[in-house]
């Protein structure tokens, strides 16, 4: 146990002292998971909404891969980009693997699917006789679609918080696609697993602890948002 008690020794210290390694990892996590967040909610709220308030060919099929990809191994999306982005893939001559371009790349398409799913159950559980009655008093089909974002808010914003907390706390594929480079790819889970592997108990206890305080953050944000909507 005593080396449990020097890491956590160290972990103080490197987080008191402001080392400047931690932040540098803290930093490109968080570029790569509120990117990867921003850039998922771009596409997958209006999917979401789309597959919710729309009827077409296909539509049951679609929601029944969408909710499949909620368990995507985070491994198989890694060898996917990999594939693609490799330079013996199609997008090679864009030189962004090993790059955090190549991690929010994959961290997006991780996170796509939570937000489409949340949001597709968050319009899904509004009274239809919503949009039917503000219709129906004159609003315009914008105001409409203002009003039903605003019964839908805490499903939203319950798909970012989801989506924000899978991508912060993903390994697999920042491995695969990163590459764990120091200064330039290397995020939390990535060090926690190489430090861990390294004996070097300090630095992972100190990331880990980190990471567990920017995930209990998110949540207290979103509960805050909450009650602040109501």
């Not at 997008?91 to 090993?98: A, I, K, V």
Request: positive net charge; contains cysteine; hydrophobic residues 55%.
């Amino acid at each position: 146990m005593n080396y449990l008690t020097r890491g956590f020794q160290e972990a103080f210290r490197l987080l008191v002292t402001g080392d400047a390694g931690v932040y540098d990892i803290i930093g490109v996590s968080l570029l790569v998971a509120l990117t990867s967040t921003l850039l998922a909610a771009t596409l997958g709220l209006p999917t979401g909404y789309v597959l919710a308030t729309r009827r077409f060919p296909g539509r049951r099929l679609v929601i029944t891969v969408l909710n499949t990809l909620l368990a995507l191994p985070t491994v198989v999306v890694g060898l996917s980009v990999y594939a693609m982005l490799s330079r013996r893939g199609p997008f090679g001559f864009l030189d962004l693997l090993y790059t955090p371009g190549a991690m929010i790349t994959g961290e997006t398409l991780l996170a796509i699917p939570i937000v489409a799913a949340f949001t597709l159950s968050a319009f899904r559980s509004i009274d239809p006789r919503v949009a039917d009655t503000a219709l129906t008093l004159g609003a315009t089909p914008f105001q409409t679609l203002r009003l039903l974002i605003s019964e839908a808010r805490f499903g939203i914003l319950a798909a970012i918080v989801a989506s924000f907390g899978r991508v912060i706390a993903e390994v697999g594929a920042a491995m695969m696609l990163g590459g764990n480079i120091k200064g330039s790819t290397r995020t939390m889970t990535t060090a926690i697993a190489l430090e861990t592997n390294k004996g070097e108990f300090g630095l992972a206890i100190a990331l880990g602890l980190i990471l567990l305080c920017t995930a209990f953050g998110a949540n207290i944000l979103f509960h805050w948002l909450q009650g602040f909507s109501d």
